[in-house]
C-alpha cells in the first residue's frame, strides 16, 4: 500500500558531501514522520534523522552540525543532506515513514524503503 523509494547513494571521498531522496507512493493518507535510518556491516540499524510533517527534526548525536534533513510534504519526499563524511558514516542508509493509509487514515504504521548503499572511502 505504501512504496518508498530512495535515490543518491554512492561512493565519496571523506569529507565529501552527498544527497540521498525518498520518495513515497500509494495509497497514502497522510505522512507523520519521515527520516532516515542506517545500518553498517555486522552492526544494528540506527536512527540517522527524522522530520515531522510540520519540519521538526530530529538528529543523532553523530552527525549534528553534518547533516541535514529537510521534507518536500507536497511530494511526499525526505532528503538528507549529508557532508562532512567520513569512513565511520559508511552504511546502507533505510528511507524511514510513519504513514497512515486512505483505507485507515487514523491508524499510523511504519515503513521502509529497500535501502540505498553509501561509501565513504579514498
Known amino acids: 500500500q505504501v512504496q518508498l523509494a530512495e535515490s543518491g547513494g554512492g561512493l565519496v571521498q571523506p569529507g565529501g558531501s552527498l544527497r540521498v531522496s525518498c520518495a513515497a507512493s500509494?495509497?497514502?493518507?497522510?505522512?507523520?514522520?519521515m527520516g532516515w535510518y542506517r545500518q553498517a556491516p555486522g552492526e544494528q540499524r540506527e536512527l540517522v534523522a527524522t522530520i515531522t510533517g510540520s519540519g521538526s527534526p530530529n538528529y543523532a548525536d553523530s552527525v549534528k552540525g553534518r547533516f541535514t534533513i529537510s521534507r518536500d510534504n507536497a511530494k511526499k519526499t525526505v532528503y538528507l543532506q549529508m557532508n562532512s563524511l567520513t569512513p565511520e558514516d559508511t552504511a546502507v542508509y533505510y528511507c524511514?515513514?510513519?504513514?497512515?493509509?486512505?483505507?485507515?487514515?487514523?491508524?499510523?504504521?511504519?515503513?521502509w524503503g529497500q535501502g540505498t548503499q553509501v561509501t565513504v572511502s579514498s
Open positions: 524511514y515513514g510513519r504513514v497512515a493509509v486512505i483505507s485507515t487514515p487514523f491508524r499510523f504504521d511504519d515503513y
Open positions: 500509494g495509497s497514502i493518507f497522510s505522512i507523520y514522520i
